[in-house]
Structure formats: C-alpha cells, structure tokens
C-alpha cells in the first residue's frame, strides 16, 4: 500500500468513475486502473464493481475510504504547514454539462456569478445533446446538467429549473409591431427564424403554409436579418433581451408561442452526494428561479411598460418605412 494508491482510491471513490479521477490526478486511465488493481491484491478484497457507466464502490470499499479520508486530509495539512502556505487550498473543480440554448442564454451570467465568489474554482462546461451529457453525468464526468430534455433514467434527479419562452419580434415600424396575432396569421409575415428549431415544427404540424424569408443556423443571424428589415423573426425571448430592452426592436403578442417554450432541469446523480462546490452551484441554480429574482423577461415587460406610457403622450402620427418600401414582401400575403 502507498499514499498515491490512497489518493489514487479516494479520487476515483469520489468521483464513482475511473476517466475523471484521471484527468484529477493527471495520470492515464491505465495507469490508476493498475494502482486500484495492487490496492485490492494487497488487502485481498474487492472494493469497486465496475459498470458501464462507471464504479460502484462495494460495503467494503465504502468502509475503506472512510477510513483513509482523515488520514489523507492530515497528510495535506502537513504538507501546507510545512512546504508552503498555510492557507492554500487546492482548487476546487466544477463540470457542467447544458444544451446549446442554455449555454448560451442562461448559463453565462450565473457562472460569472458564482466565479465572482469562488475565484479558485475550475470550471469545466460541456455542451452537447442532451442524451450526451446526461450519459456523462451518469458517468460521473459531470457534477450537474441543466438541459430541455428530461430523462427517467434511475437514479438520476431532476429539479424543475427555467422556462425558455418563444417569442415574435420586428423593427418598431413594422406593420405588426404591438399587434396581436394568431399562429396561423403570424405565418403568412414573412419569417426569419433557426431551422430545425420548435416553433417550425409547431407550424409544420398545423399544416399552415408558411411564408419563409430566411431560415438559418444562428440566432444572432435571425436578429440581424430582422433588424435589416426582412421580416419577423422568432427566437427564445432572452436572446432578444438587449434588443427589446434598446428599443431597437418590438415584440409582437401571439398568444399561442406561449404553448413552445421549453421547459428546462437541472439534473443531477442521486447514487452519490455532491461535491461542496457543486452543491453550492446547485444553490445558486435554485436561487436564480426565485420570485425575488428579477428574469429578464420581467424587466423587459417593464421597459416595455414604461415605454408604452411614454407613446401615448405623443401625437399618433403615420410613418411610412424605407424597409417597407425597399421589401414590400414585409407585409402579410393575406390575414384572415
């Protein structure tokens, strides 16, 4: 037995997974195997079961590494106390795993936050399906995962996180800014939104024929499109946010985009406890769906609000666009 066969063990125990206990420790994956390996011959018993998604530690195994935590945390503050400074702690590491719509519209801010409080703290972020980073979290190569697409797989707990709401928007001087339309109407304006996304499979399961004008990969092409006066565009509301909060484009009210948001989760491993700085994060998460927690969403309906009042003080008067005469397709084929 020897202390980096200790540290060896107590990494892969707390990670219940042989890759990321590797990546911890920088060493290669066959390399730990063999140490856990000698480990189990020179005590003559078994303390992992290994399975496809990664380790289960045996009675004995949980036994075992209880008993060698408080000597490895003495041999650490040994090692502070005498090779360096007192206070150092070693990092601590983080791994979230999220969809591509919650990388980009959720996650950002919050990290930022949580940095801001533990600046020693390693973040790792994977994005991908959703079927791939809940394999990873199960895996345990993730601490947590928030992602659109909940799972039943046991052993897995999901917690209900934010609603991602789906939303039409144009130039303020579009014929339909500040109207309120049906989905069926809102198809015959031309169209500029994400391909493959939800609210074209929502129109093409209505069977409506749909006036495209763009339809393309990115949101910030959508937004960019739109404010060149192409057409409407469709997105997730918070990655027009800014835009609305400007002023520089509008919503439209339709009703029924109310029914394509998508709801999110955060999800996490039930078989094992969390880590403290993932437990912390998870705090956070829960924190950030709180009623005293001002979304975005809020916000902007209260510029919009404010904006309005600010309108009706003014004398109405007729405005007739350059987008409108450069793109005469802007306004609708037919409405019914």
């Known amino acids: 037995m020897t202390l980096y066969q200790l540290k060896i063990f107590e990494a892969v125990a707390r990670h219940l997974n042989i890759t990321q206990a590797s990546l911890e420790l920088h060493a290669s ?31 004995k195994g949980r036994a075992f590494v209880q008993a060698i935590r408080p000597v490895l945390a003495e041999l650490d503050d040994i090692g502070r106390r005498f090779t ?8 601590q590491r983080l791994a979230i795993g999220s969809s591509e719509s919650i990388s980009v519209r959720v996650l950002p801010k919050l990290l930022k936050a949580f940095r801001e409080k533990h600046p020693s703290v390693e973040f790792t972020l994977a994005v991908h399906e959703s079927s791939i980073i809940l394999n990873q979290l199960l895996k345990s190569e993730l601490d947590l995962v928030i992602t659109t697409k909940p799972s039943q797989i046991e052993g897995l707990i999901c917690e209900p996180f934010v609603r991602m709401e789906v939303v039409a928007f144009c130039l303020p001087t579009n014929p339909a800014a500040g109207k309120t339309l049906t989905l069926k109407q809102l198809a015959e304006y031309p169209l500029v939104l994400k391909s493959g996304g939800a609210i074209e499979s929502v129109l093409a399961s209505q069977k409506y024929k749909i006036n495209f004008t763009l339809r393309c990969e990115a949101a910030q092409v959508v937004k ?48 094992k406890p969390l880590s403290s700085i993932a437990q912390q994060f998870l705090e956070l998460l829960r924190e950030s769906k709180q009623p005293g927690h001002k979304s975005d969403e809020q916000r902007i309906a209260g510029i919009n609000t404010a904006s309005g009042r600010r309108q009706k003080l003014k004398k109405p008067q007729a405005m007739v666009t350059k987008s409108s005469r450069k793109y005469p397709s802007l306004h609708p084929r037919s409405v019914a």
């Open 29 to 59: 994956q066959p390399a730990v195997s063999k140490q856990l390996k000698l480990l189990e011959e020179n005590f003559r018993a078994t303390f992992l079961l290994r399975h496809s998604y990664g380790v289960e530690l045996t009675e």
């Open 84 to 91: 360096g400074d007192q206070n150092e702690k070693p990092p």
């Open 224 to 271: 960019t499109a739109v404010r060149m006066g192409m057409g409407i565009g469709i997105l997730y509301q918070d990655a027009v946010a800014n835009n609305l909060a400007r002023g520089n484009l509008k919503l439209i009210n339709v009703p029924e985009l109310k029914e394509v948001g998508m709801k999110s989760v955060i999800a996490y491993d039930g078989r």
